[in-house]
């Protein structure tokens, strides 16, 4: 099993579940900050963003650092409100439902963005292409009742 094999089944795993939500973000932001923007700690596994969204109950601006899954060459890109297969949907899923339009650092470039949540076939195929991409998703939606959301965040 390569090393790709094994981050898999690790981040699979309940501890992981429990312990990922407090420990990576922080650490994606501080490495962020710390290399002015140029490495994302987390995007050593898989593509990722930070993104900029305005907060569903406080309006205010919030960063989280997301894995994601880039489609049609940088005009798009795929994020997954897994929580890392927690019980509720994670805070900035509720604010890209209030207000879609939102920024994402993306390989050290800012770019605007549109959030539209996927719903029905369209969001059956993004599914499939997401737990291709990166099977843990499908352990996660195994571990919840509710439907993980799925966005299309499309570049203005």
Same mark, same amino acid.
């Given at each position: 099993?390569?090393?790709?094999?094994?981050?898999?089944?690790?981040?699979?795993?309940?501890? #992981?579940?429990?312990?990922?939500?407090?420990?990576?973000?922080?650490?994606?932001?501080?490495?962020?900050?710390?290399?002015?923007?140029?490495?994302?700690?987390?995007?050593?596994?898989?593509?990722?963003?930070?993104?900029?969204?305005?907060?569903?109950?406080?309006?205010?601006?919030?960063?989280?650092?997301?894995?994601?899954?880039?489609?049609?060459?940088?005009?798009?890109?795929?994020?997954?409100?897994?929580?890392?297969?927690?019980?509720?949907?994670?805070?900035?899923?509720?604010?890209?439902?209030?207000?879609?339009?939102?920024?994402?650092?993306?390989?050290?470039?800012?770019?605007?963005?549109?959030?539209?949540?996927?719903?029905?076939?369209?969001?059956?195929?993004?599914?499939?292409?997401?737990?291709? #991409?990166?099977?843990?998703?499908?352990?996660?939606?195994?571990?919840?009742?509710?439907?993980?959301?799925?966005?299309?965040?499309?570049?203005?």
């Amino acid at each position: 099993m390569g090393v790709a094999g094994i981050v898999q089944k690790v981040s699979s795993t309940r501890g #992981f579940a429990k312990a990922a939500p407090y420990v990576m973000p922080a650490l994606d932001r501080a490495v962020h900050r710390l290399t002015r923007g140029k490495v994302l700690l987390s995007a050593t596994l898989l593509p990722g963003v930070i993104l900029t969204s305005t907060g569903a109950r406080s309006g205010r601006r919030r960063r989280t650092p997301l894995a994601c899954m880039p489609e049609e060459g940088g005009r798009s890109w795929i994020l997954v409100g897994s929580n890392f297969g927690r019980t509720g949907h994670p805070a900035w899923t509720h604010n890209l439902l209030a207000h879609p339009d939102a920024e994402i650092d993306f390989k050290g470039r800012d770019i605007p963005v549109t959030a539209r949540l996927l719903a029905g076939q369209e969001r059956a195929a993004a599914w499939r292409a997401v737990v291709a #991409f990166w099977p843990p998703y499908a352990t996660y939606q195994a571990r919840v009742t509710r439907e993980i959301r799925l966005f299309r965040l499309v570049r203005k």
